[in-house]
């Protein structure tokens, strides 16, 4: 086990305390059989002093334990829930530090209730592993939740944008051209460009950019198109210039080493999109949006050629100033992916400001059939097969919750991926219909919008007559029965 220096004086402190308390001694007398004063005891077993080799050994020899027993890092049945603790890795894989919790006072606290704390504990690592979570799969929760408790507004990182902008004197009206931070990567940073192909390396096919940081050189994938090569740049450009240290070294996630590569992989993509869609212009283009009095796809479309970015930038970019721009707090945004010509709609990400509880996709089960994205899916294929597809396909819905009743206007761009050219992508955003849409959205009420009645997952619709249905309602039937059953014993009662 390889353990830091402050958990091992914490783990030495237990089993001092833990001795102390079987041979039921007080402070005074354990200090009187030791010669250690009561004051060094009490900052032993908090986990603040490691007392020295002539120290441990008068320690073992009043509390009648040997010398390798007390310095053992293997703890008593007492104390087993500690020792879980540490062999589980929990500590060094939970990006404490982040949320501003000590580690240590995890184990204070077990110690203080080791039975409830421990079985809270067991309890998280169990689900984990029954649900094979990842610790990956962890940290991409963990920065979720935290995007969703910040809005996915990030100020400072939208300053470090407008910062650039100042200090290359660019206008946040001109767009960044692949030329521009081609020559700006390896002018100010020495990082060179380079291309692979999918013949070179084929188990690279579907990986967008690999950074080499031996030869310090951006590989790009040759199959990406010029809107994917230009934010993949920016990103780079990002790393160097919010000095993030840890980052990983591929577009994609192959391997995930640490908490802070993943939060720092998210800040430089935030901070390339915030330089590809500055905030000031982007506020002003969706006020005209918003302002039109009837559903104008085309105006979407408009901006993606405007700030030559991919569906998925331009929607996430929105999400950013939502709440702090136009006061629309309640929203959610799903990505799928989807093979052509199959149904295997895969959610790839998705982020909740709205009630998580009722808005929410669970990937055990089958997707409600008549959520949007699937449509736009199976219309983006069917597009490719008659070979008249030329640019992302832009929908609108209203779409009211039948579980809930919650009303929510629905927009989703759906497009074939460049290197996987077998898969579609398909990204939304969904506002729910409250007087904050209403007073900015002025099209929210627009006759010619389809209004659909959606649920959640097949497994869970109460929407018996439906004809889009793929599977049966086992959990909801499951749930009527368990309703019964307690009701049924109520009146016995």
Same mark, same amino acid.
């Given at each position: ?22 041979k039921s001694l007080s402070f005074?007398? +354990?200090?009187?059989?030791?010669? %250690?004063?009561?004051?060094? %005891? ?16 008068? +320690? ?82 963990? +920065? ?66 690999? @950074? ?7 590989? %790009? ?20 210039? +919010? ?138 294929? @069917?597009? %490719? ?57 002025? @099209? ?31 959990l909801l039937q499951k749930e ?14």
């Amino acid at each position: 086990m390889n353990l830091s220096p402050d958990i091992i004086k914490l783990v030495f402190g237990l089993k001092v305390n833990q001795y102390r308390h079987d041979k039921s001694l007080s402070f005074a007398e +354990l200090s009187k059989k030791s010669g %250690l004063s009561a004051s060094y %005891l009490n900052e032993i077993e908090k986990g603040k002093k490691y007392p020295k080799t002539d120290k441990i050994m008068q +320690l073992a020899d009043a509390l009648e334990v040997t010398y390798d027993e007390l310095v053992s890092l293997k703890l008593g049945n007492q104390l087993g829930s500690v020792s879980d603790l540490i062999t589980s890795n929990f500590l060094s894989e939970v990006p404490f530090d982040f949320f501003g919790i000590d580690p240590k006072s995890l184990l204070e606290m077990l110690v203080n209730a080791p039975a409830k704390v421990s079985a809270f504990i067991r309890t998280v690592v169990g689900i984990g592993r029954n649900y094979n979570l990842s610790v990956e799969q962890f940290y991409f929760a963990v +920065l979720r939740s935290y995007q969703e408790l910040h809005q996915n507004a990030f100020p400072d990182l939208e300053k470090a944008a407008e910062s650039f902008f100042n200090e290359y004197k660019v206008n946040e009206s001109v767009t960044f051209d692949e030329f521009f931070l081609t020559n700006l990567l390896a002018d100010k940073y020495g990082v060179s460009i380079d291309f692979y192909s999918e013949e070179e390396h084929p188990n690279l096919s579907n990986i967008r950019s690999i @950074f080499q940081r031996e030869k310090n050189t951006l590989m %790009l994938n040759s199959k990406t198109s010029s809107k994917q090569r230009v934010f993949t740049i920016l990103r780079e450009i990002g790393f160097l210039y +919010l000095n993030l240290k840890e980052r990983p070294i591929t577009s994609s996630w192959v391997e995930v080493n640490s908490f802070d590569e993943v939060l720092n992989n998210f800040k430089a993509s935030y901070f390339a999109g915030s330089v590809l869609i500055p905030r000031s212009v982007l506020k002003e283009e969706m006020h005209h949006f918003f302002s039109q009095p009837t559903w104008q796809p085309d105006l979407v479309n408009q901006m993606l050629d405007k700030f030559a970015v991919t569906p998925e930038t331009l929607l996430h970019r929105m999400s950013n100033i939502l709440n702090e721009q136009f006061g629309i707090s309640d929203f959610y945004f799903f990505r799928f992916e989807a093979t052509r010509g199959k149904k295997d709609f895969r959610l790839t990400k998705e982020m909740h400001m709205s009630d998580r509880k009722d808005i929410y996709a669970n990937q055990s089960e089958h997707y409600c059939r008549r959520w949007l994205a699937f449509k736009t899916i199976d219309d983006v294929d @069917f597009q %490719l097969k008659k070979d008249t597809y030329s640019k992302p396909i832009v929908g609108v819905q209203r779409s009211t919750y039948h579980s809930s009743g919650r009303n929510f206007l629905l927009i989703t761009m759906s497009r074939p991926l460049n290197i996987q050219s077998n898969k579609i992508e398909s990204v939304s955003v969904g506002f729910e219909i409250n007087d904050a849409l209403k007073n900015k959205v002025s @099209f929210h009420n627009d006759s010619a919008i389809p209004n659909r009645i959606v649920n959640h997952t097949c497994e869970r619709c109460g929407i018996f007559d439906c004809q889009d249905r793929v599977a049966a309602p086992i959990l909801l039937q499951k749930e009527r029965h368990l309703r019964n059953m307690k009701a049924a014993i109520a009146e016995l009662g």
